[in-house]
């Protein structure tokens, strides 16, 4: 059995042109993309990042740009899917807020990235977080 490769968080400025690149691929060949945005109000400790990460896929991508807050751009994934990625996710870290948001034709990264964390923080009570 071959060993297991542990998905690591990326930085804001790699996650963001890695998102903005599959955001491409997905406009050109029709694909679904969902961007996650999780929010744990005390702050992630790192064995809740561990269990997260651990819980997704190696396509997936990942960045911490906020101490309280994981950002998950999940490429080719319809929002039928995303709801699995999601409980999977809740399973590993039951403390979690998630929002999420479907990538829309022609939406840019940042909106994307500001609709999913709008709905985390929304859900999480702190409306004004991503302000």
């Known amino acids: 059995?071959?060993?297991k490769t542990r998905k690591e968080l990326q930085t804001i400025e790699a996650?963001?042109?890695?998102?903005?690149?599959?955001m491409e691929i997905s406009?050109?060949?029709?694909?679904?993309l969902t961007v996650l945005a999780l929010v744990i109000e005390g702050g992630w400790q790192e064995e809740d990042t561990r269990r997260a990460l651990d819980a997704l896929r190696t396509a997936d991508l990942v960045a911490q740009p906020d101490p309280r807050e994981l950002l998950i751009a999940l490429p080719n994934t319809k929002?039928?899917?995303a709801w699995v990625v999601e409980e999977r996710?809740?399973?590993?870290?039951?403390k979690v807020t998630i929002g999420f948001a479907p990538c829309k034709q022609?939406?840019?990264?940042?909106?994307?990235l500001k609709r999913a964390r709008a709905v985390a923080w929304?859900?999480?009570g702190n409306p004004e977080a991503t302000s």
Do not use: H, N
């Open 79 to 81: 929002t039928a899917d």
């Open 27 to 32: 406009s050109e060949f029709a694909l679904p």
């Open 89 to 94: 996710l809740r399973r590993a870290v039951p």
């Open 1 to 3: 059995m071959g060993k």
């Open 122 to 124: 929304r859900v999480a």
């Open 15 to 22: 996650f963001e042109k890695a998102l903005r690149e599959e």
């Open 106 to 112: 022609g939406e840019a990264a940042e909106d994307l």
